[in-house]
């Protein structure tokens, strides 16, 4: 649900409905309202905190920064570096923006390189990726322990 209505306010944003000023903030308080009642429909599954840290992380900085992920240029690989330039200054990305001395929370924005990617990410990024890697994990050792039927304990704590 989260997914789809960030698509339709990227989708508005892109044909002019909604300025990026109002579309950024408004699909990502969408999608962290929609991972808040996940979180909260489902508390046993630890591994949805991180997830929910890494949205609102992400949220914070596009809301102080006006509905723009600030990017650090300086961070994006060099052999992408010329093209992500391009697009920041050309404002075509209605998500992200070029980092200035003035921007807010500058140290949640995408100041984290992947060179294999040729990309940037953020701290949320990161809390998100390690979020969707442990549910996975978690979902899986939850249903591994439901159908064991001979009584075999898998949890990795030691008592």
Partial sequence: MGALLEALVGFSTGRGWLSPEVGGPLAKAGVLACVSYGLLANLRLRSLWFIWLGFALNTLVIVANRGHMPVWLEAVPPEAREGMARQLTARSDAVHSLMTPDTPFYYLGD??????????LSLGDVYLIIGIAALVLELGLEGRRQRQEWGIDIRFDTD
């Fill in 111 to 120: 100041i984290l390189p992947v060179y294999w990617a040729k990309s940037v």
